[in-house]
């Protein structure tokens, strides 16, 4: 049985990758990394429902008590095209720092659940960043269980958040240019 620290971006994407790292006896932690939800209701709204869903399956979660929009912002400015690659990075390096401190046997991320997100970036970034800090990357295609997850969300009436998280993700799923709404 190992030991598992998993970042957690909100409860609808935790559900299956929690579900399969314990069938598959592990012991499993999460860390909800919030810096790079925007705005700080849509964090919240995300929190609450992940808070709801962890108390309801027993999944200890490490919440931070910063919200250092600031700090995300400015890793990014200048850099908008490479935002993933960055948010990535600050995300699973974080958590492979909360795993080492933590004397976990490894960590991983619900990102590997979203058929949204670069996978195979995701998993080089975990790989490099576990390597760099002396903490095996934990990886799974969390994607086959996509529509169960989506499913038991619905069925549970959890808050399901309709982008990424990042003010960019929020303008690339609701802003229209003029020329596309006529």
């Not at 909800?32 to 999944?59: G, K, M, Q, T, V």
């Not at 095209?81 to 909360?98: G, M, Q, V």
Request: hydrophobic content about 30%; aromatic content about 14%.
């Amino acid at each position: 049985m190992n030991k598992v620290l998993i970042h957690i971006c909100c409860g609808p994407c935790a559900i299956y990758p929690v579900e399969t790292l314990r069938d598959e006896g592990n012991t499993v932690m999460g860390y909800f990394y919030r810096n790079n939800i925007h705005p700080y209701s849509e964090c919240h709204r995300r929190e609450e429902a992940l808070r709801s869903y962890a108390n309801d399956i027993d999944l200890k979660v490490i919440y931070p008590d910063n919200y250092d929009l600031e700090m995300f912002l400015q890793m990014i400015a200048f850099r908008e095209s490479d935002r993933c690659t960055l948010c990535y990075h600050e995300r699973l390096r974080l958590t492979a720092l909360l795993a080492k401190r933590g004397k976990f046997d490894g960590f991983t991320s619900t990102l590997l659940y979203s058929k949204f997100q670069n996978h195979d970036l995701i998993r080089s970034i975990g790989e490099s960043v576990g390597k760099t800090h002396g903490i095996p990357f934990v990886y799974r295609d969390f994607r086959k269980g996509w529509s169960d997850g989506i499913k038991t969300s619905k069925a549970l009436g959890m808050y399901r958040q309709q982008y990424c998280g990042c003010i960019y993700s929020e303008k690339e799923r609701y802003y229209k240019p003029m020329d596309e709404k006529r």
